[in-house]
Structure formats: structure tokens, C-alpha cells
């Protein structure tokens, strides 16, 4: 699976957008992006994924570019409970395994 | 909520000990992963069961072993402990092997003293 590069930390205010970037610039044509967060001391929590077009839940949005070789996640509206460490990860179509990597440590202030 | 359950929640054992730690997955789904996740990184993948059969398996010697029952539960058997072995022990559970999200449970914390 195709490594990824993350910010170690961001802050981002509460009730505004926190983008969170991620770089894969290996990734192959069959290989999603998927995006976990862990709160402290809880199981990872899937977000969301994509192959190539944008995605929106009801959670977060997915921006992948053109080129995928990078990708942003984005909480429009950021709270305190969102607080977290964030995961990129490439994982193949046939892949049976998620590869975490050290993640962004996102701090929402007041 | 995810569903998925796991037991006992601490755990404190001695080096050289065996430990069994389960698993009990969302409903529905027949794939169960199994992750280490030593303090301050991010989880390893130590392996995942589909349909009762090991179905890839990560960096981890073999004294880390798995069963899956019929009902999908499933084990995480560590003989000979070492204290390096001490972590969050987190499993996750699948509709289906492949790029179906998982699923975690809120892990087992063993300590090896």
C-alpha cells in the first residue's frame, strides 16, 4: 500500500472548517483513501473514503485531487468532540489491511 | 457505537504467560481484523480472519495466533508474553474482506509486568 504524509498537529477554532491535508504521491490506480480518527483511549473511527471523485457524508468531506496524489478532509464545522488524532490511509481494492501512520493530532480551541 | 465488542477491557499478566483476548463483531458482517497498538503510535496489523480461515497476516511472529467461530467472535491468543507485548489490543469487524470499511471496538489494554 502506498505511504502517506500528514502534518503531525494542527489547531483549527471551534466552529470553523478544519481541512486536514494528506500527501500520497505513490498511490496506484487501484488504491483508495480512507480516513480514521481516534479520540484518546477509543477504537479508530472510520470517517470516509474515495477512488478518485469527492466525497461528503455526514461526518466530513473527501477532496481528492485530479492527480490523487494528494487528498483533504474536511470538518465544516468543527467542535471540541472533534479533538482526535486523523489517519490517511492508502489501502488497495484487494487490500485486507488498513496501514496507520503516525497521523495529524488535531486540537479544536474554544 | 460501532457494534463490536471486546473483553476483558485490562488485562495485567506476567512475562512468559498465555493471554486470549475476544472479540465479538457488528452483526452481519464475517470479517474480523485484529491491530497492536503500542502507546504513543499508530495500530499494526496482525491479521484478519474471513469466514473462520486467516486471511493475511501482518509483521508478527507465531505466537500470535487467531480463531474465528461460526458466529464470526473471534480470539487473539499471545503465548510466551513479552513486555513488549504490552498495548492496546484493538479488533475490527468487516462486511466482507477487501475495501469494505472496518469497524473497531474499544480494544484491550494489557499490560506485561
Known amino acids: 500500500d502506498a505511504k502517506t504524509t500528514q502534518p503531525p498537529s494542527m489547531d483549527c477554532a471551534e466552529g470553523r472548517a478544519a481541512n486536514l491535508p494528506c500527501n500520497h504521491s505513490?498511490?496506484?490506480?487501484?488504491?483508495?483513501v480512507y480516513w480514521y480518527r481516534q479520540i484518546h483511549s477509543q477504537g479508530p473511527q472510520y470517517i470516509i473514503h474515495?477512488?478518485?471523485n469527492n466525497e461528503t457524508n455526514e461526518m466530513a468531506s473527501l477532496i481528492i485531487t485530479e492527480d490523487r496524489k494528494s487528498s483533504t478532509l474536511i470538518l465544516p464545522h468543527a467542535t471540541l468532540r472533534d479533538t482526535a488524532v486523523y489517519y490517511c490511509?492508502?489501502?488497495?481494492?484487494?487490500?485486507?489491511?488498513?496501514?496507520f501512520g503516525g497521523g495529524t493530532r488535531l486540537m479544536v480551541k474554544p | 457505537e460501532t457494534g463490536v465488542t471486546q473483553s476483558p477491557t485490562h488485562l495485567i499478566k506476567t512475562r512468559g504467560q498465555q493471554v486470549t483476548l475476544r472479540c465479538s463483531s457488528q452483526?452481519?458482517?464475517?470479517?474480523v481484523s485484529w491491530y497492536q497498538q503500542a502507546l504513543g503510535q499508530g495500530p499494526q496489523f496482525i491479521f484478519q480472519?474471513?469466514?473462520?480461515?486467516?486471511?493475511g497476516r501482518g509483521n508478527f511472529p507465531p505466537r500470535f495466533s487467531g480463531l474465528q467461530f461460526p458466529n464470526y467472535s473471534s480470539e487473539l491468543n499471545v503465548n510466551a508474553l513479552e513486555l513488549d507485548d504490552s498495548a492496546l489490543y484493538l479488533c475490527a469487524s468487516s462486511l466482507a474482506s477487501g475495501t469494505y470499511e472496518q469497524y473497531f471496538g474499544p480494544g484491550t489494554r494489557l499490560t506485561v509486568t
Open positions: 505513490t498511490i496506484s490506480g487501484n488504491e483508495y
Open positions: 452483526s452481519g458482517h464475517n470479517t
Open positions: 480472519y474471513y469466514r473462520e480461515e486467516e486471511n
Open positions: 490511509i492508502v489501502r488497495a481494492a484487494a487490500g485486507n489491511m488498513l496501514t
Open positions: 474515495g477512488l478518485k
